[in-house]
């Protein structure tokens, strides 16, 4: 599928004030954009950006910010009922620009989130400073229920470290990969937290899923994920 891309920016300042939002760029063909909000309070800026399909807002958003040590941190959600900056844009861009739908965010595949991934860190313009990409298992659909299956299959209760291992090997990091070999960044490691098992009417809730119904287990289990980013390492001697 081709992608064409408009970008818009959002300014909000420490007061959550809205400035205007300016057009970066613009294309007649565009069906997909790629919007940009900023949000700085107290000196300290976060930038979230999310895919707009014609009227249809993607569910997924990458909070970036910049920790202190000057490092970017991408914060990856995937919430269609309560996004931590989207009605408020929402409200600023169809007020001026009637452009963006209210009606829910759009779900996808894992396939889909990590093609729409890829568009966002394309146009991140600081993608070298990467260092973290912080989320949830269950965001990915159809590999968290891989992940489950596999788990649950290994162990069953709740282990960190077995945790870890399978998601070192997991599709999950080697889309990652994938994506990140073109800034010659790889992930470096893994670090699982709050692990734990949901009903998987959550997973529905939050992606749209491939698998049979009948093969995905009625426990789902989730964790919040570190994925440690770094230049690839040469094998080279």
Do not use: H
Request: glycine share 2%; proline share 0%; hydrophobic share 40%.
């Amino acid at each position: 599928m081709k992608w064409n891309l408009l970008l818009f920016l959002g300014v909000l300042v420490a007061c959550n004030n809205a400035k205007d939002i300016e057009v970066i760029s613009n294309d007649a063909e565009t069906a997909n954009k790629i919007v940009v909000t900023q949000y700085i309070s107290e000196g300290y800026g976060e930038v979230e950006r999310f895919i707009v399909n014609k009227v249809d807002t993607s569910s997924l958003s990458v909070v970036f910010a910049e920790n202190t040590n000057k490092n970017i941190v991408a914060n990856l959600y995937l919430d269609i009922y309560n996004k931590r900056y989207r009605d408020l844009y929402d409200s600023i861009a169809i007020e001026e620009y009637n452009m963006i739908s209210t009606s829910s965010y759009y779900k996808m595949n894992s396939k889909e989130i990590m093609e729409e991934l890829k568009l966002i860190l394309e146009e991140f313009s600081n993608i070298n400073k990467l260092k973290y990409i912080n989320t949830e298992l269950l965001y990915f659909g159809d590999f968290a229920i891989d992940i489950t299956t596999l788990y649950t299959n290994k162990i069953g209760l709740i282990d960190y470290e077995i945790m870890e291992q399978i998601l070192r090997e997991s599709k999950i990091k080697t889309e990652l990969d994938c994506i990140l070999k073109s800034y010659s960044l790889e992930v470096k490691d893994i670090i699982v937290e709050k692990l734990f098992f949901v009903n998987k009417t959550n997973l529905y809730d939050l992606n749209k899923i491939d698998t049979d119904d009948s093969l995905v287990p009625d426990e789902i289990l989730n964790c919040s994920i570190v994925f440690k980013i770094d230049s690839i390492t040469s094998n080279i001697l």
